[in-house]
């Protein structure tokens, strides 16, 4: 098992997930989500679940990257937290989904991986700029 027993998936804004899935918290001992299996999270209430949606995620993000022609930022086995960084600024354009409500207390930052790929689904895969669905940064 790569995560400790008591472990919880943690909320994670859109970036943090993107550090996470590619670099995991050497500080809390926690490995890349991409590294995990089945097997690692079976004992995490949905967690089976939770990571399948993950992986569903990253390949939103990294279909994203290749469309804003940085599929570089995807590639190779090799993975930091500003490489991780310069992806999230390289593709949160792509999320921009004018349909989120953003308020003064609730930042486009701020929102969970969770809600980009529940509007991905919705939008059979498709990005906010392809559905002329966008939201000025």
Known sequence: ???PSEYKFPHLPLNNFLIMWYCGSKV?????YRMLT??????IKGGKQ???NMKKMSLYVE???RRVGRSELVAGPEYTVPKAVTLYNAIE???RFSNIKITKK????TLGWKTFYNIMAKNGSRYADEIGNTQDA
Do not use: G, H, N, S
């Open 1 to 3: 098992m790569l995560l």
């Open 50 to 52: 939770k990571l399948c």
């Open 106 to 109: 609730r930042r486009f930052e």
């Open 63 to 65: 279909e994203a990257a």
């Open 93 to 95: 354009c792509k999320f």
């Open 38 to 43: 089945y097997m690692d999270v079976k004992d």
């Open 28 to 32: 809390e001992k926690i490995p890349p």
